[in-house]
Every structure is written in C-alpha cells, then in structure tokens.
C-alpha cells in the first residue's frame, strides 16, 4: 500500500444474532395470527443420528428456536449404529405424518450412511434444509422451491447492509453443496458476478482482492488474511472452527480484515443464528406456503 491508499474503514459488524432475533419476532407474530385463523401448528422433525457434539448443540438450538416461534418440534434421536434402511424407514414415516411439514437430518451422518441417499428419501416438500436434488436443481433453475438455510442467512445479512448486488462481484471460498455452491447460485440470481474458489485456486489472494463481497464457507481457521481485503468489501464469514484454546474462530482473520471491510460478520453471532431463523422460515412456508400469511 502506498501513501494515496484510503484510510482504513474500521468495518462495521453485521449483527447476525440481533437481525436473527427480529425474524424470530416476526415469524412469532405469523405462528400466532395462522393459529388464531385456525391454521395447523406447523411443525419440524429434528433427526439426530449418533453422539457427535457440535452436531447435539446445534440440534437442540434447532429445537429450542421451533418452540419459541411457536413451531411444534418432533424429534428423532438415533444412534450411531443406525442402518441406512432404518433411517429411511424413519425417514418414509415422517412424509407421511401430516403434523411434520420439515424434516431435518442434521449432518455430518455417521461414517457407513449414504448420505445421499438419505438426503434424497426426504420428501422434497419437506426438505427444509433445501438438501434434496430436487430442491438443488430448482435452485439451479431458477425455479421456486425450498432454498437452503445458510445461504438464505447470507443474502438476507447482505441485503441488511444495503450493498447493491447487481453487477457486484461476489467471491465465494468454499464449494460444498450446503454453502458454497448454493450462495453462488444464489448471489448469481441477484445479478452478481460471481467467482467461486476452492482449494485448487490458483491466486486466492488476488481473487478475494477483487471482491466487493466475500463469503468464505471453507473450515479453514482464519484462512482469509486481513490484508486480502479490498477497502470497503462486505465480508460475510461462515467458518466455525474450534482453536486449541477451545474459543470459536471463523475462515476470516477478523480484526484484520475488519480495518480494510466496510461490514463484516462477526464469528459467533454472525450467519449462525441466520442459518437457525431461515431454517424456522422455510418450515413455516413449508406449512403454510411461501406467503407464509395466515389467512
Ligand atoms: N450440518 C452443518 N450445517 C447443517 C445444516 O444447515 N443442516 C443440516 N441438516 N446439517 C448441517
């Protein structure tokens, strides 16, 4: 950097948790008036499958999010010896219970699970995680259907922070099919120009550089440098990585890349709490369809 460089902006954060809580408020408000209209209490099925800890925690937030919106919650806990024909037998008797309109499987499955089969046996109109091909090929489309949660997180914290997306170029760091690939498709239909890297890219550096938007959903701990930043770039960090000190850190060196960013996410607090408020959103509108209005 030279001297006619611009001084450092000094991001602000992009308050996941609080833009979280409000949807949470208003989709509370949408419960209460559907009921009141004699609608049936939407409801989401939480399947756990073995003992792994994160996966628990973020389950029961799941869990603890549907009962305060008012959602009604059944849960499906399973250990970790489960067969892939008794998953799909649980899986085949929650499409057919009409009190469940979501179906979640919270993943990472077991090792000796087919996942994409599992993932595939979800009824796609259930399928509130907007895992199934069915769903990912609407998306690819362009086509209405239930869109994945954490993606759907993203484009709301960006639409909060007033950024133009049309013609904006949008640079993606991860290409899985829960984040990654989704929020380039996503970002796409906006009218963004979107570059979508991974581990093979060659100039990572030069790559987020150009970016008016960064979304890093890679699960490598602060792999984005401070200084890769482009002054003034929104970043949206969707890494949760466990330092060995046991404290939470994203895929984003965050007070570095805050002084260069003009809105950054924090980690926790950030897409998290989205990805749980959107994850509430699509099962309300898988009950009740996309208006969602009770009525
Ligand atoms: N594991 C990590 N993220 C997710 C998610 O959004 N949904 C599910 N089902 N599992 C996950």
Redesign the pocket.
Known sequence: MDDASPPPVSGRLLDGKALAARIREELQERVRRGLEAGRSRPGLATVLVGDDPA?AV?VRNKRRACEQVGLANLHRQLPASTSSEALLDEIAALNADPAVHGI?????LPAGLDEAAILEAVDPAKDV?G?HPRNQGCLLQGRPALR???PRGILRLLDETGIELRGARAVVVGRSN?VGKPVALMLLERHATVVLCHSRTRDLAAEVGAADVVVAAVGVPQLIRGEWIRPGAVVVDVGINRTGDGRLTGDVDFEAARERASWITPVPGGVGPM?IAM?LQNTLEAAWGAAGEAG
């Open positions: 996966s973020y979640l499987v919270q993943l990472p995680d895992f994945p949660c954490t829960i990805t994850l």
